[in-house]
């Protein structure tokens, strides 16, 4: 039964939505999203065994990354979201760190990903070029990096007024509003949580710039632009696309 003895507390994103998140995202085939992935390494210019997911949430895409001679290594910045996936990654690394100042030694992986939008938590030009720095560093020549985008076009109609809500038992549930701030490309998602007859509030703001701003970007970033794919396919992005998925690789020395 629901309690009202106390005041919704504020907190960071992902810290109590950590409880809930594999059941907000249980709608996505992160087997069917890693198989596409791999698909797209095949863009890189050396071989792929060592891999770092530097956003992997809850690991859920990062336990299909492993094996076949190949390791992964998960990064997050929330613990919370780390504590989650530590109960199906036992034998993964896991390091909780910003992604702008990435723990990783120089030359230490030959792919580096960033998925489900989480780019889009950088806000600014400065820091994102900051951080195509930090992966560049990371990655061994002709290593691959693969990021990935929503777009203007999916805020301003699926995510423009989307509400949800979702339960794990009578005392535990979740509610989540969204819309997007178009004059200012940010898409704000807003949950409701409740644990245990406590009540906290989280707030996510992504900054939402189109396919031709981010290529811009990368013009200015030391990665060479392979390919930019819509939708989980092989075909070109475009402006109704999505979700963009961009493959950059490091340019081997000569």
Not at 52 to 66: E, I, N, Q, V
Not at 210 to 217: A, F, S, V
């Amino acid at each position: 039964m629901e309690t009202h003895r106390s005041s919704p507390v504020e907190v960071t994103p992902y810290s109590a939505l950590a409880l809930y998140y594999d059941q907000v995202m249980e709608h996505v085939n992160y087997h069917q999203w890693a198989n596409y992935v791999k698909i797209l390494f095949r863009y890189s210019n050396r071989s792929v065994r060592r891999v770092g997911d530097l956003a992997c949430g809850t690991g859920s895409l990062l336990r299909f990354m492993k094996g076949f001679k190949r390791q992964a290594f998960g990064f997050d910045l929330s613990l919370p979201m780390l504590k989650q996936a530590q109960k199906k990654l036992l034998k993964v690394p896991l390091t909780c760190a910003d992604f702008l100042n990435l723990p990783l030694k120089p030359l230490s992986l030959d792919a580096a990903l960033v998925l489900y939008d989480s780019i889009n938590y950088l806000h600014t030009e400065t820091e994102i070029l900051q951080f195509f720095s930090e992966v560049h560093l990371s990655l061994r020549s002709g290593g691959i990096f693969i990021f990935d985008i929503v777009t203007p076009y999916l805020c301003s109609t699926v995510f423009k007024h989307y509400e949800e809500q979702g339960m794990l038992d009578e005392n535990n549930r979740y509610e989540r509003k969204s819309f997007f701030i178009e004059e200012k490309q940010i898409q704000v998602n807003q949950f409701k949580i409740w644990i245990n007859g406590r009540i906290y509030e989280e707030e996510h703001r992504q900054k939402i710039w189109d396919i031709d701003h981010w290529q811009e970007l990368i013009k200015n970033s030391p990665f060479k632009l392979v390919k930019i794919f819509s939708n989980f396919t092989l075909k070109p992005a475009h402006e109704k696309s999505e979700r963009a998925h961009f493959v950059l690789i490091k340019k081997s020395r000569k």
